[in-house]
């Protein structure tokens, strides 16, 4: 029963650590042009990544150290499959993306990228 309960608490710490980058995600979003914004923010051993869209969608990543260039690449893949999902005209703009193939696809490129 206790490790059910550790890993709950393991998913809502690693929430915690994405939604307190976020602010240092606004800040960094605004400052430049560039949407990968590469290491954002770290606790202890997990780093945040950061792809920020055009529009401002942040497509954010806890990692372990890994190579940037997979992850960037990894980050671009996931934008191209969110542009294909956002044109849908059933699409309701700000919505959760239901789509288990849009979630199968971007497993894969997790396997394949990181």
């Known amino acids: 029963m206790s490790v059910v309960y550790e890993k709950e608490d393991l998913a809502y710490q690693h929430q915690f650590?994405?939604?307190a980058a976020l602010d240092v995600v606004q800040d960094l979003a605004w400052t430049?042009?560039?949407m990968f914004l590469r290491s954002v923010d770290r606790f202890n051993d997990l780093v945040v990544s950061v792809y920020v869209t055009a529009g401002h969608t942040r497509f954010m990543l806890l990692?372990?150290?890994?190579?940037?260039?997979?992850?960037k690449t990894f980050f671009q893949e996931v934008h191209d499959l969110y542009i294909k999902i956002?044109?849908?005209?059933?699409?309701?703009?700000?919505?959760?993306?239901?789509?288990?193939?849009?979630?199968t696809k971007v497993r894969a490129?997790?396997?394949k990228y990181l």
């Open 109 to 111: 490129l997790a396997r």
């Open 17 to 19: 650590i994405l939604h």
């Open 32 to 34: 430049t042009n560039a």
């Open 86 to 103: 956002f044109l849908n005209p059933l699409y309701l703009p700000g919505s959760l993306i239901t789509s288990s193939h849009f979630d």
């Open 63 to 71: 990692h372990d150290s890994r190579s940037d260039d997979g992850i």
